[in-house]
């Protein structure tokens, strides 16, 4: 009996013991990639940001006022997240400052989408997401402009993303300008209350290219050029083949290059592993995503604050992190389609695949030399 009641405390803290060794081991891996807490804090507000925007655009009074045909918290909430990556100031007015920029190039490339979309509906099935290539193009070529340059590029792209998704038309131009509001102070508020608890980190999708040479253009355009040309032979795929959602594949296309083909080789390569070990994971959790949502909603903020933390250095990991994020929430918002979801992989890989086609063989750009 007394070896019994001996053993038996034994294997409860052995059971202990094995249950905490998961906990304790995802502790080291955030220590390790975020040792001073500073992009666990970026993340815990970026997730807060979109929280806020998403919740004042339910509120009644707004939403009864602003007809529209997305969810206004949706595309406010949209707007302040992404806002919330690109921003990368160390003090609170310049990061405030910022923030409204971002808030409000998102709000413009849904604009852009409104008013551009609706002749090109004339070229057919793929004639709307057209209006992605100028997006494309922007996020290479505005990144000369420095890191608010860049994140202003990637805002304009998004907004025309979101537009694209929803449809939006010029009946929801009020609701455009409307979540722009709700994003900038949604977005503003949390990043007043982490202070000085940040240090920002150049995100590697927002970093500017290499020296531009003598007597050629600057490497941003031939960045934008190569992102532009890869998006349009997406859409004239869509047209020929009807792809899934071909908008992921230009997303991809778009953020891979880099500042050099070694570079973009590199992402592409992320993006594919993050993406292919991301979205069966998230496919795996869909009956959790449909009978317990609320958990399915917390496991997706947890994810979006790991994208944060490494975003900076490890793209795969990122990658991953926000496939896994896409597919929850699609399927906790009512999308239980295998085919569609499964498709966030493969158009990633068709994406990734010609953006690094372009990269190399359109006006490809080297990596600087070490010696100069």
């Known amino acids: 009996m007394n070896d019994n009641a001996q053993r038996s405390p034994d294997q409860g803290e052995k059971s202990r013991r094995g249950m905490l060794r998961p906990v304790t081991a995802l502790g080291r891996w955030l220590d390790r990639v975020d040792p001073g807490t500073h992009r666990r804090i970026k993340g815990l507000r970026l997730v807060t940001a979109y929280g806020i925007a998403a919740a004042l655009g339910t509120l009644q009074d707004i939403a009864h006022s602003v007809p529209s045909s997305i969810s206004l918290g949706y595309l406010a909430g949209s707007f ?7 921003e990368g100031k160390s003090t609170r007015a310049e990061s405030s400052r910022d923030l409204t920029l971002l808030s409000f190039s998102a709000a413009l490339g849904a604009v852009l989408f409104v008013v551009l979309s609706r002749p090109l509906q004339l070229a057919g099935r793929a004639g709307p997401e057209l209006v992605l290539v100028t997006g494309a193009f922007l996020v290479g070529y505005l990144k000369r402009f420095g890191v608010l340059g860049a994140g202003i590029g990637s805002q304009i792209y998004i907004g025309e993303l979101l537009a694209y998704g929803a449809r939006l038309t010029k009946d929801d131009l009020w609701a455009i300008g409307i979540a722009a509001l709700i ?6 508020v949390p ?11 150049t995100v590697a999708a927002l970093a500017a290219g290499p020296e531009p040479l003598p007597g050629r253009c600057s490497p941003e355009f031939f960045m934008g050029l190569q992102a532009a040309i890869g998006a349009l032979v997406i859409c004239f795929l869509n047209g020929l083949i009807a792809l899934e959602e071909s ?21 592409v390569r992320r993006r594919i592993i993050g ?14 995503a449909e009978h317990a949502p609320l958990l ?13 933390m490494a975003l900076p250095e490890r793209y795969d990991i990122a990658c991953g992190a926000f496939a896994f994020t896409l597919i929850v929430t699609l399927a906790a918002s009512g999308v239980h389609s295998i085919p569609l979801l499964a498709a966030r992989a493969w158009e990633t ?10 990269a190399m063989f359109i006006f490809p750009l080297r990596s600087p030399s070490p010696n100069k």
């Open 349 to 358: 890989l068709l994406g990734g695949s010609i953006g690094l086609a372009t």
């Open 247 to 267: 908008a992921w594949a230009i997303t991809a296309c778009t953020y891979v290059v880099a500042g050099s083909a070694t570079g973009t080789i590199q992402r």
């Open 191 to 201: 990043r007043m209350l982490s202070g000085p608890a940040e240090r920002p980190v």
């Open 275 to 288: 993406t292919l070990i991301g979205v069966p994971i998230g496919l795996a959790c869909l009956p959790v």
């Open 80 to 86: 302040a997240l992404w806002a919330s990556v690109s």
């Open 183 to 188: 994003a900038a102070l949604a977005s503003v």
């Open 296 to 308: 399915i909603w917390t496991a997706a903020a947890l994810a979006m604050v790991i994208y944060a």
